[in-house]
């Protein structure tokens, strides 16, 4: 692009356009400035063209009276004259006497027939009206500038009209108007009682037929629906009742100004309970998709618990600590819902590391062959074991449990199977090993170790330091794997011990617990206010 403007070509093409364009702004400005003062010199000199000469009685050199030529065509209608004036009507280039004194007149005979105009008075000079006097208020002095206006011929109005303000003059106006304002009430009396009876039987009727809650079910199957619908056909029978009552007794702008007023609150009011709304409509989506149902183990956001209601402002849970938990519905709506009864099916994963001269294929098969025997694992799909990593000084071995938690407690079974495995792996040989660090130290350190446990000897220190040679670690690692495995197998004894106690069997049961459903069926069979709009006849996605 700044190549082609650089080109010579194109700077003389554009040169010469401007040349064209200042040349032609300039003409028209000329010619424009040469029209007006030929125009002012014509009007200064008092010159008439020649369309708008004519004799009055043309005649000849004879003294003869000539024919009567031909009639000119008219003139252009006269240009409207700019200028703040209140009358739109075009203004006549003749103005007469006689007309302003029927304009003067035409007013004075209005003003007098109006109560408070009769005090203005009125004067007309080359259709420029002045109302002069006195008006009781600004309101009568406005009426009277305005019927002023509607005449044809006149120019402009000046208002010099003085507001009295006088007290009586203004109660006694308004009491007049209140007076037979009331007078007209009365006489409407019996056909506002007609239309008030009207709009009370069609109000009535209208509930009636909303509160019918057997038929709007029959029509939807969703609650929340039907209860929608009712409410809907109630209000359109209030406003059918209203129209019908307001055009009897012929009050129909009435009902504009309502519905005018009703969409401008509306707005403000949607403003105000914007939160409200979005919750009421989530509540009204929520109840016709059905993502879960009552007595659902679910999870939203990161909340746990079992559905006891769904109501039209919040989803009611029970935690898994017995408590009760409401979620707004909008948050509901928006959020992620994880449904562990749709799917009941459900894995758990456990990891542990075995000793790193340990064989983990060997490994898996000992903790698989004992998961097996576990009642609540299933068989499909079926548990599996990997390997994970390998550590600094042992191989972790992940295994994967599948579980029907309609019928086993999730944590329950993972907390058994993890206790059966770990058994089986030290009963079959395999070692659990804790990390493993191993100091090397060189001659001059071992020294000074010695010469710091001498000293402290010598000063009866508790502190002890013992330093082995490297040849004698492995007699030291045997000494420590005998004294685990006793340790060991003291700890098993103790616990079998135990396990042979009371009530020991709830202890290696993984049934759900009972107590917590039993609270959510109290919840669920208690009376509530609010309706519960978890249907399991309405369809769910």
Known sequence: MATYFDHPMARRCIKAWGQMMLLLSVICILTAHAAEEATGLTT????????????????????????????????????????????NAEIETTPTPQKDNDIRQRINGIFSEIEGLQAVNVSVTQGVVTLTGETPNEKKAQQAINLTNRLTDVVTVEDRIDRTLDVQENVTTGYEGLKAQVKNLVKALPLLLVGIVIFALVTWFGSWLSNR????????????????????????????????????????TVLGTLLGGAGVIGIAVGFAVKDTIENYIASLMLSIRQPFRA????????????????????????????????????EVFKGTILNYTKNPERRFTFELGVDANDDPLAAIKVGLDTIYTLEFVLDEPKAIAVITNVGDSNIILEFQIWVD??????????????????????????????????????????????????????AKSDMTVTTTLPESLDNHQDDGSRTDDKDKQQAKARAKHILQGRDAEDVLNARPDDKLMEKVEQEIAESSDETDLLNNNSPQE
Do not use: C
């Open 213 to 252: 809650n057997k038929m709007w079910q029959r029509l939807t199957p969703n609650p929340f629906v039907a209860e929608l619908l009712a409410q809907t056909v109630k209000v359109i029978f209030i406003v059918f009742g209203l129209i019908l009552a307001l055009s009897l007794i012929g009050a129909e």
């Open 405 to 458: 938690q309609s019928k086993t407690d999730f944590a329950k079974a993972r907390s058994i199977a993890i206790r059966e495995t770990k058994h089986a792996l030290e009963n079959a040989g395999f070692s659990l090993p804790e990390p493993i660090y191993r100091l090397r130290f060189n001659n001059k350190l071992e020294k000074a170790f010695e010469h710091m446990q001498a000293n402290t000897d010598n």
């Open 44 to 87: 200064a000199l008092g010159l008439e063209s020649a369309e708008n000469v004519v004799a009055d009685d043309p005649v000849t050199s004879d003294g003869e009276a000539l024919e009567p030529a031909a009639p000119l065509p008219e003139p252009a209608p006269p240009p409207l004259i700019s200028g703040e004036s209140t009358n």
């Open 295 to 330: 007595r659902d183990h679910i999870v939203i956001n990161g909340q746990e618990g079992i559905v006891v209601r769904l109501t039209s402002r919040a989803t009611i849970l029970m935690t898994l600590d017995g408590n009760q938990l409401r979620i707004p519905n909008a």
